[in-house]
């Protein structure tokens, strides 16, 4: 008799213990992912990587084949300069979600650094083609920028177009529509497409450098000269966009404003 009540109360016990480890479990509760995902915008936003990630990870514990959380792992490993975890992780999110646009932008970027533009466009097309994507704009712009390295003029034409009837406010787009019709000579359009990027984007380098090599070609070293300083001014320093500028800059023999 004394040995049955001390199986009953040894399985209470554990019966306890057993309960009590799953209240103290915060998976347990349905907002606790939602919160801690807030918490990793926070502190990815405070530039706080290392806590991002821990944050993250415990929504993964909690919700594993949630695609959001691969999508803020590879941004977060991003942004460490992790990229192959960071590739790994978007490709998961795909993988989960495959018609998710902002994982197959990061893919597509990632892939335009490798200069394998195949697969960029694989994944903007797809970002593009997404139409509850809110930054297709940039997705049919980066498509088009894409098709106009690779010398396919007539498809970069109409995903840049595509770009600004979604978004006729994108600098980014005018300053690559321009590059265009330069190279198709069309260079009064050229000319009006980079001041129409300056004029909504003033500190865009790259427009103000490509404006200045239109100025040039014209035979208008001063205001060339005015638009190579700027685009120095404005380019991240080191750059490659600083660089380019800065050679236009001394092979004119500009003189620096005062």
């Known amino acids: ?11 209470i016990v554990l019966g306890l213990a057993c309960s009590t480890r799953q209240e103290r479990d915060p998976c347990k509760n349905k907002e606790y992912p939602k919160i801690m995902k807030d918490k ?24 594993p084949k949630d695609p959001e959380v691969y999508y803020w792992l590879g941004r977060i490993y991003l942004a460490r300069q992790e990229k192959d975890k960071a590739k790994d992780n978007f490709q998961i999110a795909v993988k989960l979600r495959p018609d998710y646009p902002e994982a197959h932008m990061a893919l597509g970027i990632l892939a335009l650094e490798e200069k394998d533009y195949e697969t960029a466009i694989t994944h903007f097309k797809i970002a593009a083609e997404n139409e509850l994507f809110r930054e297709a704009h940039i997705a049919w712009n980066n498509l088009g920028w894409v098709y106009l390295q690779m010398g396919r003029e007539k498809e970069a034409e109409q995903a840049l177009e595509r770009s600004l009837v979604l978004n006729p406010n994108f600098c980014m787009t ?22 129409k990027a300056l004029e909504l984007c003033p500190e865009l380098a790259r427009a103000h450098r490509l404006l200045g090599l239109e100025y040039n070609r014209q035979g208008k ?10 685009a120095v001014k404005y380019a991240q320093k080191e750059s490659e966009e600083a660089e380019l500028a800065q050679q236009y800059f001394e092979l004119l023999r500009c003189t620096p404003s005062p």
């Open 1 to 11: 008799m004394r040995a049955h009540w001390t199986l009953v109360i040894v399985l």
């Open 40 to 63: 990793t915008r926070v502190d990815f936003a405070r530039e706080d990587y290392y806590t991002a990630l821990e944050d993250i990870l415990e929504v993964k514990r909690c919700t």
């Open 174 to 195: 005018y300053c690559n529509l321009g590059e265009l019709r330069s190279r198709q000579k069309r260079y009064q359009e050229a000319e009006e497409n980079y001041k």
């Open 221 to 230: 070293i001063q205001k060339a000269c005015q638009e190579f300083e700027l």
